[in-house]
């Protein structure tokens, strides 16, 4: 089993940043894909970005490219996302997650952390 535990939400203006960080313990002595997704009140759980193990290969949405950089400290067991030029329609609960497999399902999921950027 891997935990993860996501920190460094709240609030911001239009335009600010924020740095979301995951860690993670339990099981973690083998090689994870890491991605952060996110859920807006009343629509459904979205993609951001996400992080392959095998070469740290990048991938994100198309809305958040260019503002958003994720990044891991494989030392640290901790998966980070730079949030830049934040937009209200940023505004979610992101959550961590992270998958054995690249093509598998995210397998483990954290409780989520509340980013609110306001206009």
């Known amino acids: 089993q891997v935990q993860l535990v996501e920190s460094g939400g709240g609030l911001v203006q239009d335009g600010g940043s924020l740095r979301l960080s995951c860690a993670a313990s339990?099981?973690?002595?083998?090689?994870?894909?890491m991605g952060w997704f996110r859920q807006a009140p009343g629509k459904e759980r979205e993609f951001v970005s996400s992080?392959?193990?095998?070469?740290?290969?990048?991938y994100y949405a198309d809305s958040v490219k260019g503002r958003f950089t994720i990044s891991r400290d494989n030392a640290k067991n901790t998966v980070y996302l730079q949030m830049n030029s934040l937009k209200p329609e940023d505004t979610a609960v992101y959550y961590c997650?992270?998958?054995?497999?690249?093509?598998?399902?995210?397998?483990?999921w954290g409780q989520g952390t509340q980013v609110t950027v306001s206009s």
């Open positions: 997650a992270a998958k054995r497999f690249w093509e598998a399902m995210y397998d483990y």
């Open positions: 339990g099981r973690t002595s083998g090689s994870y894909t």
């Open positions: 992080i392959r193990w095998s070469d740290d290969s990048t």
